[in-house]
T-cell receptor, first 116, second 116 residues
């Protein structure tokens, strides 16, 4: 059982370049999320998707777009990378509350992105 | 909006001793979930323990236990018989139980060092 798989694990971009972070989960979860982690800031929500076909902004959505391709996959796109987007990015998935006692989020291994 | 506060950016403990990490949260809801995650240097987010707000009994998982004080909105993590492998960042997280999809809200984390 792979859980949540993110690619790539590391990436260096030049300012202005674009890229897409890929995420897939095989746990049949409805909900998926993208967080960014910065030193001293904890994990902050960028975007989330309650279910296939829906997406919503989180705390720090500026500069990002997302696509919920199907139930398994949720991608994060940086259209024009900026140094402020240097961070560690995590994809996560979970069940909807009330559908299971395991209401935690399951995380991918993270992507360390550096924008120079 | 809910907020989670971890007031101790860094903590240290001697091997085999006990340490308590603090977490407080702010919410007007009565039904929710609370979590502690561990993030070792590998960057992987690992669930340590979960607590359902409707349960009065404090959750325990081997050497890890929580002190859940609902009225005080406090959710501390106690690690007994600390081991070198417990050294990591620890994040407290909150999730509402009400909406169809509710992302986890994280605190800023506590870095725990274990001294041999």
């Amino acid at each position: 059982n792979a859980g949540v798989t993110q690619t790539p694990k590391f990436q260096v971009l030049k300012t202005g370049q674009s890229m897409t972070l890929q995420c897939a989960q095989d746990m049949n979860h409805n909900s998926m999320y993208w967080y960014r982690q910065d030193p001293g800031m904890g994990l902050r929500l960028i975007y989330y998707s309650a279910s296939e076909g829906t997406t919503d902004k989180g705390e720090v959505p500026n500069g990002y777009n997302v696509s919920r391709l199907n139930k398994r996959e949720f991608s994060l796109r940086l259209e024009s990378a900026a140094p402020s987007q240097t961070s560690v990015y995590f994809c996560a998935s979970s069940v909807i509350p009330g559908h299971s006692t395991n209401t935690e989020a399951f995380f991918g291994q993270g992507t360390r992105l550096t924008v120079v | 909006a809910q907020t989670v506060t971890q007031s101790q950016p860094e903590m240290s403990v001697q091997e085999a001793e006990t340490v308590t990490l603090s977490c407080t949260y702010d919410t007007s809801e009565s039904d929710y979930y609370l979590f502690w995650y561990k993030q070792p240097p590998s960057r992987q987010m690992i669930l340590v323990i979960r607590q359902e707000a409707y349960k009065q009994q404090n959750a325990t998982e081997n050497r890890f236990s929580v002190n859940f004080q609902k009225a005080a909105k406090s959710f501390s993590l106690k690690i007994s018989d600390s081991q070198l492998g417990d050294a990591a960042m620890y994040f407290c997280a909150y999730r509402s139980a009400y909406s169809g999809n509710t992302p986890l809200v994280f605190g800023k984390g506590t870095r725990l060092s274990v001294i041999a």
